[in-house]
């Protein structure tokens, strides 16, 4: 969140956000005075606290005078400032408990660098790798939905018969793929300096609160026991929809100390999303489902160092597609569509030849996001209360967060099996993931099992 004091002292800049970043539902000029309202009353709780310790100190010495009448007189002028007192102050906290909820609803104010627009046609396009040297693809790309089904790698129809739609089976090839994947990620993280973390899936919504996702997303969560709808407080429990929240919530209330900084922490997470705002051809195959896989890398570290510190966390999700050889796009993304959190965040997106979108590359096929990089500044380390000393003789502040997908695992996949599919209908494994798969070289599918195979045919 941001301050108090940056409100008060920049209403305008807080006003142009909310605008830059399409934020429509905020009242602001009633938080002002909300704020207003509260720090007035402050000061008339000091005022009435410094009369009414005046006036008691006198009660003892008029008794002592014999000034019984004037003492009576100081002892109900006594009673009528602490009636009083206490009122100022029952609602001096119920203002800031409102001012309190009015703050987490006002977004991450934009670093002056980032593009200003209003959604994603006003990103902006910073670089474009691996379109030099392309592999030779099949005359038609098979959609990844079709050829999971074909190699009987993905079933969607007994996903869907167990969890309900949005849900799929991994098999065989397809599992060991996905398995080599996130084991490979793990790896050359590690190499960059990261250091593992394996946290619980459930997390409470204090937690959700203190990276950003409530109040603002809760219609995107999946709530353990009860309904989205009713109400939640802090112990509430949730499925995790990215290791962003539990891991940085690891220091939640806490103060690290400077030899601690910079902090790089990777995990690897099953991820749940109702994505109530699917749509379109997304909703086929794995792009957009309520359960995937992911690694996320999430960076702790000075205020000074977290510009620098984002472009490094680029370079490292980035990695990952240079090392698998599948090409890809980076993208700035503009104040409109940066999201509630960030201060400046990077888009990376795969390529997928299988599917011609209308603002997919010009080689036909369409972009996927496989992670988002982000700077959030001190915005999530306030929410949860996440500081540092820059000397053990200092007061503590708040550090920098960050983080980045590195990377969102089925969209990987989707590259992999129609970027490296071949003419006869198999798929190429990437020579980076051999060594985890013992050695394999192409995934060429399997025959199907039970009744429904029956009467298919051979394959060709």
Known sequence: ?????????????????????????????????????????????????????????????????GKEEQAQEAIDRSSELKAELEAVEDRADELEAELEDALLELPQIPHEDAPVGDDESDNVEVAREGFDDLRDLPDEVIPHYDLGEELDILNFERGAKVSGGGFYFLQGDGARLEHALIQFMLDLHRDQGYTDVFPPIPVNSASMEGTGQFPKFVEDAYRVGGDNDEPYDEDDLWLLPTAEVPVTNMYRDEILLDDDLPLKHQAYTPNFRREAGEHGTETRGIVRVHQFNKVELVNFVRPENSYDRLEDLRGEAEAVLEELGLPYRVLEMCTGDMGFTQAKKYDIEVWAPGDDMDEGPEAGGRWLEVSSVSNFEAFQARRAGIRYRPERHESAEYLHTLNGSGLAVPRVMVAIMEYYQNEDGTVTVPEPLREYMGGQEVIEGH??????????????
């Open 1 to 65: 969140m941001i301050s108090r004091q940056f409100l008060r002292e920049n209403p305008e800049t807080v006003r142009e956000a909310l605008e830059t970043k399409g934020v429509d539902d905020v009242d602001l000029d009633h938080i002002l005075e909300i704020d207003e309202e509260w720090r007035e009353l402050k000061a008339r709780g000091d005022d009435l606290r410094h009369e009414r310790n005046e006036v008691s100190s006198k009660i003892g010495q008029l008794k002592q005078e």
């Open 447 to 460: 025959e199907p099992v039970g009744e429904s195979a029956v009467g298919a045919g051979e394959k060709e």
